[in-house]
């Protein structure tokens, strides 16, 4: 299976991101929650999204995990009211039973960071849903997912195998091939060296012949390139360096990037698209 954008016209799919969370908007009710959540995930669309995740588990490092029955009051208003005006959904969720009143809801895409570890029925549920299935790499919840950050054979090596159980264990619970993408899970049980290294080497993964998903947005690791005299780079002061990764990851054929910014990644792809046309040889695009 091709794991590359087949023809130079291609891009790689924008995912904006909509955290339903607590820490991500500021206090009210939980319809204002909702209410400002579909707000936020309207003017991404507007912006030029092609699918938006809609999350309510905070997987920040150190995070503590929502109840059941929070995390479904979260997500599942959004993604009706969302996915009623016809936007195309991926829930962010490690739990079965969110996954599974999310497709009811109308979600397509069943993002799970844990990759079928945290909750192995979420496999069955998203392949009896025919939905595409993301499998992230992932070791540990994320109040103590840094004590996981070892990895004795190589980082690249380590999170290739590991992923290549995960894929073999969504493919024998019936989530069929060509709707399994992959997800080396930059930053989960990851040290800034650690992302890197497997952005750098993501042609590792071609390996397990599936199409890749790449969350870089914002993260820590950025922060920490981008530190100054104060210290770490603020979250919201990331975006040039996310921006400049969209490229990259672009060009390493990634199949889709997980953004906060919408605009500034389909700016930098349309810039990237465009240099790409440019470049081909007359008459082709393969
Ligand atoms: N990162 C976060 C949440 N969900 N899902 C996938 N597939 N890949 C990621 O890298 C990923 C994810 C954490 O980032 P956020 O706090 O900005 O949502």
Redesign the pocket.
């Known amino acids: 299976m091709p794991v590359r954008p087949p023809t130079l016209l291609a891009r790689p799919l924008v995912?904006g991101?909509v955290?339903v969370t607590p820490d991500?908007f500021s206090d009210g009710g939980r319809w204002a929650d909702a209410e400002r959540a579909v707000a936020h995930g309207l003017s991404l669309i507007a912006d030029g999204a092609d699918v938006l995740?809609i999350?309510g588990e905070?997987?920040?490092p150190g995070a503590t995990r929502p109840l059941l029955a929070e995390e479904l009051d979260r997500v599942v208003p959004v993604i009706t009211e969302l996915s009623g005006a016809g936007v195309p959904i991926s829930v962010?969720t490690m739990r079965a039973e969110v996954a599974e009143a999310a497709v009811a809801a109308g979600a397509t895409i069943v993002?799970?960071?844990s990759g079928g570890l945290a909750d192995p029925r979420i496999l069955e549920v998203a392949a009896a849903a025919d939905a595409t299935y993301?499998a992230?790499h992932w070791r540990a919840h994320s109040d103590r997912m840094t004590a996981f950050a070892t990895y004795p054979g190589g980082v690249v090596a380590d999170v290739v195998d590991e992923l290549r159980v995960r894929r073999d264990a969504a493919l024998a619970a019936g989530v069929a091939p060509d709707r399994l993408?992959l997800?080396?899970?930059?930053?989960?049980a990851k040290d800034a060296g650690h992302n890197w290294e497997l952005l750098a080497h993501l042609d590792a993964f071609d390996e397990l012949g599936q199409r890749l998903?790449?969350?870089?947005?914002?993260?820590t690791f950025l922060g920490h390139l981008l530190a100054g005299p104060d210290g770490l780079r603020p979250v919201d002061q990331r975006e040039h360096g996310t921006t400049a990764l969209s490229v990259l990851l672009a060009d390493a054929g990634v199949w889709c990037l997980?953004v906060?910014d919408v605009r500034a990644a389909r700016d930098a792809l349309a810039v990237w698209s465009a240099w790409r046309r440019a470049a081909a040889p007359a008459g082709g695009d393969a």
Not at 183 to 188: A, E, N, S, Y
Not at 213 to 219: D, E, N, P, T
């Open positions: 995912m991101v955290n991500s995740d999350g905070s997987t920040r962010d993002n799970d960071v993301v992230m993408v997800d080396p899970g930059l930053g989960f998903l790449v969350g870089a947005s914002r993260k997980r906060h």
